[in-house]
């Protein structure tokens, strides 16, 4: 579940590597690595490795990271297991059901159910939703776009995730957004360093929509997780390269980019939740937990 932005006042460490040379780069251009990125993230890591402040480290004990493991594998798991069985024909509240069995048989809760009043366990956001759709009756019909996220609450520990799906034959519309805001998500962790900053983030991010045509939501972030839902930092989906709060090892956040295939602007239905875009075209969002460490970003629930 997202969170909106404020107004100011196998699961294993591995360090997700960066592409080799002559790797296609990370920022979907088509070229070779060397050819793009390369030059500027070593001299981006280089500054960063230049300001390490070694103090600046958020402990985190082994029981910390073994419950945020399980609880974001769950979720892992979990949307796995919704990605088994959805079709065309089922109802949003089906979904619903299988992520509250699913979760409650894991001994864990679905975080979403009555946060903040949020009244079923999961979110179940259908073509024009950005985010945050509740499950009811509606009906998944051939050529829907749907996002379903999911949030567990394990121990006490928070692990959250989200995809979107495509519902047979769709049109070339939905299958360019949810290829874009898939692709969002790879580049928004690729910009992920420890010791950066959160605004390379959104940087990275915004730059590819906006090449594809597409628009950043800025009403909702990424937030930082752990032993409570939202915690911070925030991380916008969109933003200046080099501000933004100091990227530390220990933090736990997600990044979660949705991204509209028109214009940026949202409009919150009646129930106070539904947030749906204002041209009323479509809207696709994918998310990943991150943990990061001294030596790199591991995506907790990939």
């Known amino acids: 579940m997202t969170s909106p932005i404020k107004s100011q006042g196998e699961n294993s460490y591995r360090p997700r590597s960066k592409p080799q040379r002559n790797d296609p780069c990370w920022c979907g251009s088509g070229k070779k690595y060397k050819k793009c990125h390369l030059r500027e993230d070593e001299s981006r890591l280089a500054q960063n490795q230049h300001n390490h402040q070694p103090q600046r480290i958020i402990k985190r004990s082994e029981d910390f990271i073994k419950g945020m493991e399980e609880s974001c594998k769950l979720a892992k798991d979990t949307l796995q297991m919704v990605a088994d069985n959805i079709k065309i024909g089922i109802t949003t509240i089906q979904i619903n059901t299988w992520v509250h069995e699913y979760i409650l048989d894991h ?6 159910l009555n946060y903040k009043g ?3 366990s999961t979110c179940t956001s259908l073509n024009d939703v950005i ?3 509740i499950p009811d009756n509606t009906i998944i019909r051939e050529g829907d776009i749907i996002n379903v996220d999911i ?7 928070f692990g959250d995730t989200s995809r979107t799906f495509l519902m047979g034959d769709c049109s070339e519309e939905a299958i360019k957004i949810c290829s874009v805001a898939e692709k969002c998500l790879e580049i928004g962790i690729a910009a992920t360093t420890p010791y950066g900053r959160i605004g390379d983030i959104g940087a990275a991010i915004q ?4 090449s ?11 937030h930082g997780i752990g032993r409570a839902f939202h915690e911070e930092p925030q991380v916008p989906h969109f933003g200046k390269k080099g501000t933004g709060p100091l990227i530390i090892p220990g933090m736990f956040f997600t990044i979660e980019p949705m991204i509209n295939l028109g214009k940026k602007g949202v409009k919150i239905l009646e129930d106070d939740w539904t947030a749906v875009t204002e041209d009323g075209k479509l809207s696709a969002q994918f998310e990943h937990t991150l943990y990061i460490m001294e030596n790199g970003v591991k995506v907790m629930t990939e």
């Open 107 to 112: 001994d864990a809760v679905p975080a979403p």
């Open 118 to 120: 949020f009244p079923k």
């Open 131 to 133: 985010c945050h759709g």
């Open 151 to 157: 949030t567990c609450n394990l121990n006490g520990y």
């Open 207 to 210: 730059e590819y929509a906006h």
């Open 212 to 222: 594809m045509n597409c628009s950043v939501v800025e009403k909702f972030v990424g």
